[in-house]
């Protein structure tokens, strides 16, 4: 079993920054692809960015690339997610979520077996 905890979540004013982070307990993140995603009040989830855990390769959403990277922490056995020059509609909850057995990064909340519980990120003045 894996427990994912994701933390640094808060109120920013647009054009600031967040950094959010997704530890795991209860296995690595090994043979693993980690992803964020969002959802916002009344809307859908988004995949907004994932890593190859072994390789370190990433993938975007075109709505974030550019102002949000991902990272991995292989020490912390973190990931975690850099958030610049946010703008309201990046408001949402954020959470993180583990693919376990492949290399692949799919942007499909389906594809992932485990999930933290999220953190609430707001861009506001």
């Known amino acids: 079993q894996v427990q994912l905890v994701e933390t640094g979540g808060g109120l920013v004013q647009p054009g600031g920054s967040l950094r959010l982070s997704c530890a795991a307990s209860g296995r690595t993140f090994s043979s693993s692809v980690v992803g964020w995603f969002r959802q916002a009040p009344g809307k859908e989830h988004e995949f907004v960015a994932g890593i190859r855990w072994s390789a370190g390769s990433t993938t975007y959403a075109d709505s974030v690339k550019g102002r949000f990277t991902i990272s991995r922490d292989s020490a912390k056995n973190t990931v975690n997610l850099q958030m610049n020059s946010l703008k309201p509609e990046d408001t949402a909850v954020y959470s993180c979520?583990?693919?376990?057995?492949?290399?692949?990064?799919?942007?499909?909340?389906?594809?992932?077996?485990?999930w933290g519980q999220g953190t609430q990120v707001t861009v506001s003045s």
């Open positions: 979520a583990v693919r376990t057995g492949t290399n692949y990064i799919s942007t499909m909340r389906m594809n992932y077996n485990y």
